[in-house]
């Protein structure tokens, strides 16, 4: 498998983390047909990389089954 460069990723924190510092993921939405998810308590350790493809259907059927 192949390092991905994510040195050029653009960093956000989700809409839906925890403001009191818990439970935090932030997204990378700037690198094309890929995006990177990471613990932004710990920004400088792993992210797990998405393709757009299979991303967006994880945000579809998260917002489908909220309740």
């Known amino acids: 498998m192949r390092a991905i460069d994510l040195s050029k990723a653009t960093w956000r924190k989700s809409s839906y983390s925890n403001t ?3 439970e935090c993921i932030e997204i990378a939405d700037n690198l094309p047909a890929l995006v990177p ?7 400088q350790g792993p992210a797990l990389v998405f393709s757009a493809a299979a991303w967006g259907s994880f945000v579809a059927a998260v917002k489908n089954s909220a309740v």
């Open 20 to 22: 009191s510092g818990g």
């Open 37 to 43: 998810v990471r613990d932004s308590k710990n920004p």
